[in-house]
């Protein structure tokens, strides 16, 4: 039986656990804070950082924004550390992620633990 479900925001297909954390933690990262009406201090800093120059300080702030973002918004999964897999000039960011997965996590229950990860490609909005 799957300790979360929901639904593609895609296909409408259902999703539930790993599947369903990865969508989750996606919106976040790709939500500019500030983007949601009713939930202003909702997603992340990374659409921000895009156009930023990958300059070490920088990568720094990219990985410090993925890592508060999913710490506040998605209690099943814990980021340990990230990679910038590819950072080009139209604007377009791909960031690994790569943590630890706990499926019961959103009903405060971290007894299982499951190191996972995700590919996250942020682009810059027209």
Sequence with gaps: MPSST????VTGAPLSDWEHTQQSIRKILKTP???RVMRRDFGSELPDLIDAKMTP???LKLYSAAATAIQKWE???RMRFGRVARADV???LSLEIYGIYF?????GDYSIAEDQSLRVV?????
């Design 6 to 9: 929901g639904v593609n925001a």
């Design 33 to 35: 804070i500030g983007a």
């Design 57 to 59: 300080r920088n990568i």
């Design 75 to 77: 209690p099943r999964f």
């Design 90 to 92: 139209a604007g377009a």
């Design 103 to 107: 499926p019961l996590g959103h009903r």
């Design 122 to 126: 942020i682009e810059r909005s027209p």
